[in-house]
């Protein structure tokens, strides 16, 4: 099966802005999702179908892809974004989902 | 309210069987296929296995194929997961989720957008 690659850490100032990437060939054919997930408790969809929000989720969190990339960018990161962020998708070779190695997010 | 429940959890001896049910509230359960991910203890996000809303379509990752089943009962709005001959590596939180997919033009989309709070499962002698 294929892979989703993330950058395993990433940092922001508070209030500035931060994009999460994630790539993966299976990218290229399918859109991925983005999933928050804070210790001890269950991971929260994000981002949908490149740059949909569900009900709940704050603008200031915003989707994008091109290629074999997709992006998660966060615009006036809170202190409360602090998390780790998965990306998903679903294999392109087989009938597998997929999901990267999480980006650990950190609000400074 | 929608809402997933897992319950089953607890320590497994190595080669024996875990089982986890998943029990679905606040939503018509059998119009959506459900997925089981895994977190093993300092580690990511690990998809496992699908089931098709019908129950006719049934995926497994493959350290888990051949040692898993899943099932579901549309009446009683419950999902369950079995793996055999469990290893350490099995161990994690096992986290149910619903599946959602739709079309953007011609483009399918899929996504988790309902998770439960997950059962941890500890593969111990």
């Known amino acids: 099966s294929s892979e989703l690659t993330q950058d395993p850490t990433a940092s922001v100032a508070l209030g500035q802005t931060v994009t999460i990437t994630c790539q993966g060939d299976?990218?290229?054919?399918?859109?991925a999702s983005w999933y928050q997930k804070k210790p001890g408790q269950a991971p929260i969809l994000v981002l949908y179908a490149e740059n949909s929000r569900p009900s709940g989720i704050p603008e200031r969190f915003s989707g994008s892809a091109s290629g074999d990339t997709a992006s998660l960018t966060l615009t006036g990161a809170q202190a409360e974004d602090e998390s780790v962020y998965y990306c998903?998708?679903?294999?392109?070779?087989?009938?597998?989902?997929?999901f990267g190695g999480g980006t650990r997010l950190t609000v400074l | 309210q929608l809402d997933l429940v897992e319950s089953g959890g607890g320590v497994v001896q190595p080669g024996g069987s875990l089982r986890l049910s998943c029990e679905a509230f606040?939503?018509?359960?059998?119009?959506?296929?459900m997925h089981w991910v895994r977190q093993a203890p300092g580690r990511g996000l690990e998809w496992v296995s699908f089931i098709k809303y019908d129950g006719s379509r049934k995926y497994f990752r493959e350290s888990v194929r051949g040692r898993g089943s899943i099932s579901r009962d549309n009446l009683q709005n419950t999902m369950s997961l079995q793996i055999n001959n469990v290893i350490p590596e099995d161990t994690a939180v096992y986290f149910c989720?619903?599946?959602?997919?739709?079309?953007?033009?011609?483009?399918?989309?899929?996504?988790?957008?309902?998770w439960g709070k997950g059962a941890t499962v500890i593969v111990s002698s």
């Open positions: 606040g939503f018509t359960f059998s119009n959506y296929g």
């Open positions: 299976s990218l290229k054919i399918h859109y």
């Open positions: 989720a619903r599946d959602v997919r739709a079309v953007m033009g011609i483009s399918p989309y899929y996504y988790m957008d309902v």
């Open positions: 998903s998708s679903r294999d392109t070779y087989s009938d597998d989902w997929l």
